[in-house]
């Protein structure tokens, strides 16, 4: 099993939609929870970054932690073309140090 | 909003070559990464960085690869006889402080390094 697994898309969906993304894993002590945006071409940009369970809002963007069942999810309310983008969750153990763990990323298409 | 910025952008290298990746991070970090992303393969850790010692690496991080902070703004990452199977982008990344202090971690642009 992948430590982290995450559906490759792509996601197509209309401009103003909800976009709805999660990520499974595997590995029980991953503690800290991220969500990363990537344009083409460009580095992974934060987006948010949530420690153990429970929900986290920033403006359109809802974070959920679901570790009883080894699940998390971002949430894009009112979506927008500039929203096309690959989204990769990433997780880091507290006895791992800094390392971060990715999934391979969900493909997002916002269209007009 | 202070970036993390990496040159070169494209880096082309006859096999066998060395090459030096460039970053400098954010001007307050303290900590200090490279990751790589081999194309339609997932964002993999190489190693981390502080205080002017590799404080983690990951297995790829063989005895080819060394980082450096060679003076208070950059951070480099060589790689001393390049195969083909380093061809990828390759990611600084910088954190303010540690893993015990939740601070997350801010990517740059990359260098897409393409091994001839």
């Known amino acids: 099993q992948k430590e982290v697994e995450q559906d490759p898309g792509p996601l197509s969906v209309p401009e103003g939609a909800i976009v709805s993304l999660n990520c499974t894993y595997s590995?029980?002590?991953?503690?800290?929870f991220m969500w990363y945006r990537q344009y083409s071409r460009k580095g992974p940009e934060l987006l948010m970054y949530?420690?153990?369970?429970g929900n986290k809002e920033d403006g359109r963007f809802t974070a959920q932690v679901d570790k009883s069942s080894k699940y998390i999810s971002l949430f894009i309310r009112d979506s927008q073309p500039s929203d096309s983008a690959t989204y990769l969750c990433?997780?880091?153990?507290?006895?791992?140090?800094?390392?971060?763990?990715f999934g391979g990323g969900t493909r997002v298409l916002v269209k007009p | 909003e202070p970036e993390v910025t990496q040159t070169p952008s494209h880096q082309v290298t006859q096999m066998g070559q060395e090459v030096i990746l460039r970053c400098v991070p954010i001007?307050?970090?303290?900590?200090f990464y490279w990751y790589r992303q081999i194309l339609g393969q997932k964002v993999e850790f190489l190693v981390s960085?502080?205080?002017?010692?590799?404080?983690?690496k990951s297995e790829i991080f063989d005895d080819q690869f060394s980082v450096e902070r060679p003076d208070g703004s950059n951070f480099t990452l060589k790689i001393r006889s390049t195969k083909l199977e380093d061809s990828a982008m390759y990611f600084c990344?910088?954190?303010?402080?540690?893993?015990?202090?939740?601070?997350?971690?801010?990517f740059g642009d990359g260098t897409r390094l393409s091994i001839l």
């Open positions: 590995n029980s002590a991953f503690q800290y």
């Open positions: 990433a997780m880091r153990a507290r006895a791992a140090g800094n390392k971060l763990t």
């Open positions: 990344a910088s954190s303010e402080r540690g893993a015990s202090s939740n601070q997350p971690q801010h």
């Open positions: 960085f502080y205080n002017n010692e590799i404080s983690e």
């Open positions: 001007s307050n970090h303290l900590y």
């Open positions: 949530t420690y153990s369970s």
